[in-house]
């Protein structure tokens, strides 16, 4: 049994108590009369949110989701799932504000108005009693008790699971929960197979230690999930006939359900110098490393790509003081995550913090005898470099499996649970290949909340427990220079037919919209103010349907309240 907090809004009087008490137990000092003088003032846990004629009033807390996407958006591990209790935690000294559990979660979490972290309901773990249950002067707030929904398989064999970024290891807790006496091997090129690939950038940026790299605590794998871990070694070959893996160190590897989660590799383009030294992606700990060795005040360097990956490097090299020019084939920063109008405020804001951006151009050769001094253009210009940073997309790894029998489209052509065409081969994440739910067409997701919810699907429909995701899903949220930036779905409507854009924000600091197709939300941009993230993506992620009525009247001062109702009825609130 999980404890979670109950909320009846026809007895809540909106004296706010909750709020008080919640932030009381939360100060340092405990008491009132001296937590009214901290300084930042104690953060409230619960908050009370809605009313009036467009929703009823809620007491924002966390729901202890059995699948939490909060969890697996968390590119920290700031959020992570007890495994013997089953309690979503937080760990807010781990959190770095990426603000993508804000993003998918529409309840609990919150930003910190005091810092670069977020808020959420604890549900007072440590204490005997919830703080704002003993405040609430008519019983609104209750203790309620959830029962923990773990469905398991009684299966027993042996899970080989190759590849131990968010997705393997994703498949790995999938497998252990829904099949307690499973045998599990990882088998992975690692030699720590526990770091998450998105806190590189805040590595390079000196926002963070190399310790808070590692997304899993010491022993995790080995001891909580008992994994038996080959750490060095890459798999070589399949023989799907034979279930049996050809691994590099030369062994055979027998299994009974495999699990493919190799990931990608950086993209790196087919021009002349490619392979000089100075050349790097941002995909691994020697990256970071080798990108640091070289940069740096007086120091030159080009990203290639104007995607995220791209710009997270660009603002981390400029925050070390390094001349930056960034080099996009598309005619604004972002093409794939945002609109036009986006594009030139992101634009905007590296500029002024002094990037050089040079959009409509590709790079042609990179110069240099044995090491990087430079890039010519495609229209013939060239820049001097010292180094090149490649963020131009991701290769999935799968080339191993040409000859194996499963099927290969750009990656591994998988259904919503991971199954592939043969019978007991799962993939997930970013090696994998699934539908979007929007143009039906196969894609890779590349996106790091997907590659661990499709992984832990995978892993507990191999182990027998059938779990189905939503697909290739897009969301992705960035904080370039403090300023927010998230989007979900499709934010373009030219690519979809039928659609049509819906501003709702548009001034100097904030630019917020909608792309409508029919009764659905197909995608949403909001920039400078992120409210409202997570009702946003629970509509589209669940392809909820609104009234026409109603999504061409709401304003968006008013768009939490009028469509967090869609989003209660959906969840049986």
Not at 5 to 19: G, H, I, K, T, V
Not at 157 to 186: K, N, W, Y
Not at 234 to 248: G, I
Request: glycine share 10%; with cysteine; proline share 4%.
């Amino acid at each position: 049994m999980i404890r979670k907090l109950a909320f009846n809004p026809d007895e809540c009087l909106a004296c706010r108590s909750c709020e008080l008490a919640c932030a009381v137990i939360h100060s340092a000092s405990g008491t009132l009369e001296t937590a009214i003088l901290e300084a930042p003032a104690p953060r409230r846990r619960v908050m009370l949110s809605g009313g009036g004629p467009y929703g009823a009033l809620r007491a924002l807390r966390c729901e202890q989701c059995d699948e939490p996407l909060c969890v697996f958006s968390c590119k920290s591990g700031a959020l992570h799932r007890d495994l013997d209790s089953g309690h979503v935690i937080l760990d807010d000294d781990a959190c770095v504000g990426c603000w993508m559990c804000i993003m998918v979660c529409p309840y609990g979490v919150r930003p910190d108005a005091d810092s670069t972290a977020v808020v959420r309901c604890d549900v007072c773990r440590e204490h005997e009693q919830p703080a704002c249950v003993k405040a609430c002067p008519t019983s609104a707030l209750k203790v309620a008790e959830k029962m923990v929904s773990r469905p398991t398989s009684g299966f027993s064999g042996h899970v080989v699971i190759i590849g131990s970024s968010a997705a393997g290891i994703g498949a790995c807790e999938g497998v252990r929960r829904a099949a307690p006496g499973a045998l599990m091997t990882m088998v992975t090129l690692d030699e720590d197979p526990q770091y998450s690939r998105p806190m590189l950038a805040y590595m390079l940026a000196e926002k963070i230690q190399r310790a808070r790299v590692v997304w899993k605590p010491e022993g995790y794998l080995t001891e909580r999930l008992g994994v038996h871990v080959l750490s060095g070694v890459s798999a070589v070959t399949l023989d799907a006939k034979k279930k049996s893996l050809r691994l590099s160190n030369g062994t055979e590897l027998s299994y009974d359900r495999l699990i493919i989660a190799t990931g990608a590799r950086g993209e790196l383009p087919d021009i002349p110098g490619i392979h000089l030294k100075g050349v790097f992606t941002l995909r691994g700990i020697d990256d970071v490393d080798g990108i640091a060795r070289n940069s740096g005040p007086g120091r030159r360097a080009v990203v290639l790509g104007g995607g995220n990956i791209g710009l997270q490097a660009c603002e981390a090299l400029l925050k070390l003081g390094t001349h930056v020019t960034v080099v996009v084939r598309s005619p604004h920063l972002l093409s794939q995550m945002v609109d036009e109008e986006a594009g030139r405020r992101v634009g905007e804001l590296f500029s002024k913090n002094g990037l050089v951006i040079r959009t409509g151009r590709d790079v042609a050769s990179i110069k240099g005898e044995d090491h990087v001094t430079g890039v010519q253009l495609d229209n013939g210009d060239r820049i001097d470099a010292d180094f090149v940073v490649v963020g131009k997309g991701i290769r999935p790894n799968v080339e191993w499996l040409r000859d194996g029998g499963v099927t290969i489209g750009r990656g591994v052509v998988v259904d919503f649970s991971g199954h592939t065409n043969v019978d007991g081969i799962f993939a997930a994440g970013d090696c994998a290949e699934m539908s979007d739910p929007i143009s039906e067409r196969f894609s890779v997701s590349g996106i790091w909340p997907i590659a661990y919810e499709t992984g832990y699907a995978a892993g507990s429909t191999a182990a027998g427990v059938e779990r189905v995701t939503r697909g290739a899903l897009r969301m992705n949220s960035s904080t370039f220079f403090k300023v927010p930036l998230v989007s979900i779905g499709e934010v373009r409507q030219e690519r979809i037919a039928g659609a049509h854009t819906r501003i709702l924000a548009q001034s100097s600091d904030v630019y917020r919209t909608l792309v409508m197709r029919g009764r659905r939300i197909a995608g949403a941009l909001l920039y400078g103010d992120i409210h409202g993230a997570g009702i946003l993506y629970r509509l589209y992620r669940d392809a909820i349907e609104i009234d026409e009525v109603t999504i061409a009247t709401v304003t968006d001062r008013e768009i939490v309240r009028v469509l967090n109702p869609f989003v209660a009825r959906q969840e049986g609130e």
